[in-house]
């Protein structure tokens, strides 16, 4: 089957990702945990590493810069950026992930699809993600999962943990709140199977 984990950072899906990983271990199961964030996967990684080895000048580094803003407002990179990591995807969720599932593999997405959308609607703000082309054959092409989870938390209490951890590339608190405000709308369209409230005990989450 697959599982997937939804949530802004810090909401505690790695916490239950461990627990649900141990207890499908424990039970004999073959189970596979994937971390997946559109434009940050393995491939496009590698690929953006040789960019800059090639292009040193031209390429910005990693993480948050007015240099990598101001290359991301040429819409042709932009537009470029978006379907390299969108085919990715479709590699990773639609080839896989079903390979794994089909051969009994218990594959567990720590963040999944609309996850990626939230980051794209949000880093892209010029372009509407869904109507390209490589989003509508990624919403086709990648399964369902059997079960899909979005812990929320205060945006407040993101930061908070963020902060505890020292966790790079930090949002700011109204960076957050705007992804929050995308969750919102997805939660209002049904995205996930089970909503679940991150601020109660772990144990509590388990349980649900």
């Not at 390429?59 to 042709?76: I, W």
């Not at 470029?80 to 567990?108: P, Q, T």
């Not at 999944?112 to 509508?136: M, N, R, S």
């Not at 790079?168 to 369209?189: A, M, N, V």
Request: a positive charge; hydrophobic letters at 40%.
């Amino acid at each position: 089957m697959i599982i997937s984990f939804s949530g802004i950072d810090s909401a505690g899906k790695s916490t239950q990702i461990k627990m649900l990983k141990a207890h499908y271990i424990k039970s004999n199961k073959r189970v596979l945990v994937i971390w997946s964030r559109g434009g940050y996967t393995y491939l496009f990684n590698t690929i953006k590493k040789v960019a800059r080895f090639l292009f040193p000048k031209s390429m910005p580094k990693s993480g948050n810069s007015k240099k990598r803003d101001r290359a991301f407002q040429n819409r042709l990179v932009s537009k470029l950026w978006l379907n390299i990591a969108l085919i990715e995807l479709i590699m990773l969720y639609g080839l896989i992930f079903r390979f794994f599932k089909l051969f009994g593999c218990v594959v567990i997405a720590d963040r999944y699809i609309w996850d990626t959308f939230v980051d794209f609607k949000l880093k892209f703000k010029t372009f509407q993600v869904e109507k390209l082309a490589c989003w509508k054959i990624l919403t086709f092409i990648a399964p369902t999962p059997n079960y899909s989870f979005l812990i929320t938390i205060p945006i407040e209490e993101s930061l908070h943990r963020s902060n505890l951890k020292n966790e790079p590339f930090s949002e700011s608190l109204e960076q957050r709140k705007r992804r929050f405000d995308k969750y919102e709308e997805l939660i209002h369209q049904n995205k996930w199977k089970k909503n679940i409230d991150g601020m109660i005990p772990i144990s509590g989450v388990w349980s649900i």
